[in-house]
């Protein structure tokens, strides 16, 4: 079965740090671009981050350009988003998503989502 | 940036009726190289990650109903739910994959009436 697993949110403080993670299953992860989505209580969705398939490839949203870091382990079959200097508007479910990009070198939507990891930043 | 919009905010339709949603971006995501519009539908159920539904504008992702159906080009677009049924209550979200960033619209909130 294809799965995505998110984990690693929790409550931190404005201006703490948390790395989230996401696990890839039964597909070969290493063969496709990933991104994370994250959605606002009740609010939309917003596209955050992606990495192409070795790492080479990153891009970032203004919102958060300079302060999350996204990777990747193929090893490992994981992608993590490493987010620093955290603020109350970063508070949102946190998704990670796969982009068949390397099929035929162009952009792809989101095919397969993860559950989302649930990250609050609050004193 | 490409900014996507959608309309209406919400509907409400009758079981067994027409749902129609439309998206605009602010400028095209038809790519000239491949002739493909890089437009995407996903739909939202309450506590559930999106769903991805339709892509390339009118392509049906596999195991998507029939009565799902994409339309458009350029930068306006449709999503249709031939005959709605229960199971379709949810927020529906088009979104753009031409170029970073990969915007989303605001959704539309559709529901039985």
């Known amino acids: 079965e294809v799965q995505l697993v998110e984990s690693g949110g929790g409550l931190v403080q404005p201006g703490g740090s948390l790395r989230l993670s996401c696990v890839a299953s039964g597909f070969t992860f290493s063969n496709y671009w990933m991104h994370w989505v994250r959605q606002a209580p009740g609010k939309g969705l917003v596209w955050v981050s992606r990495i192409n398939h070795d790492g080479s490839d990153i891009t970032y949203a203004d919102s958060v350009k300079g302060r999350f870091t996204i990777s990747r382990d193929n090893a490992k079959n994981t992608v993590y988003l490493q987010m620093n200097s955290l603020r109350a508007e970063d508070t949102a479910v946190y998704y990670c998503a796969r982009d068949n990009h390397l099929r035929d070198g162009y952009n792809h939507p989101m095919d397969v989502w993860g559950q989302g990891t649930t990250v609050t930043v609050s004193s | 940036d490409i900014v996507m919009t959608q309309s209406p905010d919400s509907l409400a339709v009758s079981l067994g009726e027409r749902a129609t949603i439309n998206c605009k971006s602010s400028q095209s995501v038809l790519f000239s190289s491949n002739n493909k519009n890089y437009l995407a539908w996903y739909q939202q159920k309450p506590r559930q990650p999106p769903k991805l539904l339709i892509y390339?504008?009118?392509t049906r992702e596999s195991g998507v109903p029939d009565r799902f159906s994409g339309s458009g080009s350029g930068t306006d677009f449709t999503l249709t739910i031939s005959s709605l049924q229960a199971e379709d209550v949810a927020v529906y979200y088009c979104?753009?994959?031409?170029?970073?960033?990969?915007?989303f619209g605001p959704g539309t909130t559709v529901d039985i009436k």
């Open positions: 390339w504008a009118s």
């Open positions: 979104q753009h994959y031409y170029n970073p960033p990969f915007s």
